[in-house]
Nanobody, 125 residues
Framework: VQLQASGGGMVHPGGSLRLSCGAS????????MGWWRQAPGKEREFVASISWRGTDPSYGDSVKGRFTISKDIAADTASLQMNSLKSEDTAVYYC???????????????????WGQGTQVTVSS
């Protein structure tokens, strides 16, 4: 099982980026999916999650109203649309997968069994 996150880069404050996550080795669409991020010197932070059906999105407080998670079951990919980016959004972003019930444990990193390698997002003027 291997996850591949892509789409990171450098953008000015107020700009947008779209991250994508694909998987090899299994059917991605059968997993619940999450995005996490980690800035230098900080703990890994929950960003967003979505159920295996592509429903019930959840967001961390710091990104609500700016980020949108989605899942394309037919294409077997998941995405994170990030708008109105701020300098504090600068981090390495990871996609992760989880089997099992899509409950409150989706907000904890231990819920996710597989992690991608991360993609760097830098927001700077």
């Amino acid at each position: 099982v291997q996850l591949q996150a892509s789409g990171g880069g450098m953008v000015h404050p107020g700009g947008s980026l779209r991250l994508s996550c694909g998987a090899s080795g299994h059917t991605f669409s059968a997993f619940n999916m999450g995005w996490w991020r980690q800035a230098p010197g900080k703990e890994r932070e929950f960003v967003a999650s979505i159920s295996w059906r592509g429903t019930d999105p959840s967001y961390g407080d710091s990104v609500k109203g700016r980020f949108t998670i989605s899942k394309d079951i037919a294409a077997d990919t998941a995405s994170l649309q990030m708008n109105s980016l701020k300098s504090e959004d600068t981090a390495v972003y990871y996609c992760a997968e989880a089997r099992g019930p899509y409950g409150t444990n989706r907000y904890t990193s231990g819920y996710y069994q597989y992690w991608g390698q991360g993609t760097q997002v830098t927001v700077s003027s």
